[in-house]
């Protein structure tokens, strides 16, 4: 059964700072896809960034990038000049493909608080 | 607007009522799933309907009743819910050949809360 894990409960970064959210996954298959989640205060669950296993590079989103390694199962997400707008609650989901559904996996989450 | 929507947004009830969550997509997709969020736990799929037709059910309890009369629309009957059943519910869709592969979309959630 895959498994993902989220090691950091709460972080803070200060406004205009970069941080760097970690999540480790454990699975046994080659093709998945992976997701970082936004989950602000008013509980939208809204979808940040996604990378397809298949390829080596990493995904980025404006001022949002993964670093995807394969090999130790990591996918970490780095914010990069932080606002306000970015204090959430964020969740690491991996997914197999099954035909036309998959099933999300999420980690237990990292709330992130933004300082002014 | 994320293209979907719950109803209602929040929710009290006894464990004796019967109510209905309602969930629908603007975004032209064709599965779409129920997500129970519970406090210091991580989300849980419930139900997955694909084409209207469930797919998946993650041994949810029968008090759990999932509808979906077609590919917009998924409802979540409730009925003689325990407390431990307060949650924040969550629907999403997706739709893989729209070239976003499975990304499920989600609403706004519905919190309830059983007394």
């Known amino acids: 059964a895959q498994t993902v894990t989220q090691s950091q409960p709460e972080m803070s970064v200060q406004e205009a700072e970069t941080v760097t959210l970690s999540c480790t996954y454990d699975t046994s298959e080659s093709n998945y896809y992976l997701f970082w989640y936004k989950q602000p205060p008013s509980r939208q669950m809204i979808l940040v960034i996604r990378?397809?296993?298949?390829?080596?590079q990493n995904a980025t989103e404006n001022r949002f990038s993964v670093n995807f390694q394969k090999a130790a199962k990591s996918f970490s997400l780095k914010i990069s000049d932080s606002q306000l707008g970015d204090t959430a609650m964020y969740f690491c989901?991996?997914?197999?493909?099954?035909?036309?559904?998959?099933?999300?996996?999420f980690g237990q989450g990292t709330t992130l608080q933004v300082k002014p | 607007e994320t293209g979907v929507t719950q109803t209602p947004r929040h929710l009290v009830m006894g464990m004796t009522n019967k109510k209905s969550l309602k969930c629908e997509q603007h975004?032209?997709?064709?599965?779409m799933y129920w997500y129970k969020q519970s406090a210091k736990k991580p989300l849980e799929l419930m139900f997955v309907y694909n084409f209207k037709e469930q797919t998946e059910n993650n041994s949810v309890p029968s008090r759990f009743s999932p509808e979906c009369p077609n590919s917009s629309h998924l409802f979540l009957h409730l009925h003689t819910l325990q407390p431990e059943d307060s949650a924040l519910y969550l629907c999403?869709?997706?739709?893989?050949?729209?070239?976003?592969?499975?990304?499920?979309?989600f609403g706004p959630g519905t919190r309830l809360l059983v007394l």
């Open positions: 975004l032209g997709h064709n599965a």
């Open positions: 989901a991996f997914m197999k493909p099954a035909g036309n559904t998959g099933k999300l996996i």
């Open positions: 999403a869709s997706s739709h893989p050949e729209g070239g976003t592969g499975e990304t499920q979309y």
């Open positions: 990378q397809e296993a298949y390829k080596q």
